[in-house]
């Protein structure tokens, strides 16, 4: 079967999402930072041996190199996405404690939208895995 070029709902749901993860990350490498630093969980600090701030901030880095690497490595889009797949699965038992606590983190202030957030990590797997199967 021929490859299609242009603009598919594919490229641009890829495009959207580099985007978010992008976002994502920066906002925990600069002015979120903080704010996500008080609902990394105890144990991940203990299971990693390392703090707070190395968990955000290696969270962040991964998020921008994932989001960069889905528009720069067209031939790796596949690998890259069943990553960012796992990645927001790994990061779902932080989304859970942050729930469970009732912590803070930016847009993230209130019990509802911290509830809400929870069922946003699946729409987020499939839209990862999904968007990454188009070669």
Known sequence: MPRRRGLTVRSIARGALALLLVGAGASHLTWGRRGYRIVVPG???????????????????VEVLLGTALVTLPRERRRI????????????????????????????NTDRARFIRLFLQVPLVAWAWWATRER
Not at 47 to 52: I, Q
Not at 93 to 102: K, L, Y
């Open 43 to 61: 144990w991940a600090t203990r299971m990693l041996h390392t703090d707070k701030d190395a968990i955000v901030v290696a969270s962040g880095a």
């Open 81 to 108: 996405g069943a990553v960012i797949a796992a990645f927001f699965v790994a990061v779902f038992p932080g989304n859970v404690h942050q729930w469970r606590t009732g912590r803070s983190a930016p847009g993230l």
